[in-house]
């Protein structure tokens, strides 16, 4: 009798399962014999490290070298490595996402050079990590309370904090539920964990000092607002060059302003108003000077020859006044990435310093 066998021969061609074409290609990925997706332990191996560098470096950690760095990186685009975020943060209950919060309108967020700097500082150093980047505006007290509704670890990792103004309690309140902060400049009346200032005062010094050097005595101060510290800073930086010159502080023509070149106009507006016109002008910002060299245009007045003017960002708007700015620079973009570093240190469990000083400087254009 011949034998027969129930199961299908070697070679004989196996039924299609149903729904499927035959000929078919099964797509990639798909099914028995897909390739599986390469491990943390693979990259490390191609990268020449070991498994905690890479975990480090895919994770963001600053404290980690350039080349090293490179080499991981590199091992993760050619292994096509992705982390699995879903499951990463059900054990390591992180969200993988850090807030930077701006304390202003959109109008000045889109609109005014220093705020592009900062973030495109933070970008930089953020698309390093494996955080994603949340922009959110708080430029009125509602947005503010949504805000710190929203700033906790069942949304966030981790929060930057940048153009505050006192009295503000935010740092305080979203450290006080475990989520890491660093904060863009200095907050009146609290210290919070971790700060990232430029020297304003010393900026502030220094720009009337020149002034002064110019042999200019009737000198107006357009102020940022009094709420941050960085107006404050600026203002009791140019008293300190009069004091340092032997003159008295309150001969400083002060008229107060907000940083935006509408306040300016305003401020300077106020100032030849009230008399008598000074021979300088120190505006805590460059928008705030080119508004102040728009009255003074208006006024009549040479800049210059009757009045000489100085701003503070030196952002690409002073090269192109007529005359160019005069301007402090404060490093704006390195501030930025310097507050995200220092977030991502906290993040990776490291202890960073509590306050970082980035210094200003001076740079000399044709309105002084």
């Known amino acids: 009798m011949e034998h027969t066998d129930a199961g299908p021969r070697v070679g004989a061609a196996r039924p299609e399962p149903s729904g499927t074409r035959a000929g078919a290609v099964r797509e990639p990925g798909t099914g028995m014999g897909a390739r599986r997706p390469p491990t943390i332990e693979e990259v490390a191996r191609l990268a020449g490290v070991g498994r905690g560098t890479a975990s480090r470096v895919v994770n963001g950690s600053p404290q980690v070298s350039a080349a090293t760095r490179d ?152 102020t940022g607002p009094r709420d941050m510290a960085s107006g404050l800073d600026r203002l009791e930086g140019a008293r300190d060059a009069l004091a340092a010159a032997g003159l008295p502080a309150d001969t400083l023509i002060v008229e107060p302003g907000d940083y935006s070149e509408a306040s300016g106009e305003v401020a300077m507006r106020q100032v030849l108003l009230a008399g008598p016109t000074p021979d300088a002008v120190f505006a805590a910002s460059d928008l705030m000077a080119m508004g102040a060299l728009r009255v003074l245009r208006g006024a009549g007045l040479s800049v210059p020859g009757d009045v000489a003017v100085v701003g503070f960002d030196d952002s690409p708007v002073c090269r192109h006044t007529e005359p160019g700015l005069t301007s402090v620079h404060q490093p704006v973009e390195e501030m930025g990435r310097v507050m995200a570093d220092l977030l991502l240190a906290r993040l990776a469990g490291e202890s960073p310093p509590a306050q970082t000083v980035l210094p200003t400087r001076l740079v000399e254009r044709g309105s002084t």
């Not at 685009?77 to 059900?90: F, K």
């Not at 153009?163 to 450290?175: K, M, Y």
Request: glycine share 10%.
């Open 71 to 222: 080499a991981v990186n590199r091992a993760v685009e050619a292994l096509g490595y992705v982390p699995n975020r879903a499951a990463r943060s059900l054990v390591t209950r992180r969200t993988d996402i850090v807030a930077l919060v701006v304390s202003e309108s959109g109008d000045r967020i889109f609109g005014e050079p220093y705020f592009a700097a900062a973030v495109r500082g933070i970008g930089e150093r953020i698309a390093q990590s494996p955080y994603q980047l949340v922009l959110t505006m708080a430029g009125s007290q509602r947005e503010r309370g949504r805000v710190a509704d929203y700033l906790t670890d069942q949304y966030v990792d981790g929060v930057l904090l940048l153009s505050l103004h006192g009295p503000e309690d935010l740092p305080t309140i979203v450290e006080s539920r475990g989520v890491p902060t660093v904060c863009g400049g200095r907050v009146p009346g609290i210290q919070p964990a971790c700060v990232v200032d430029v020297d304003n005062r010393s900026g502030g010094f220094s720009a009337v000092e020149h002034l002064l050097a110019r042999g200019r005595r009737r000198i107006a101060v357009l």
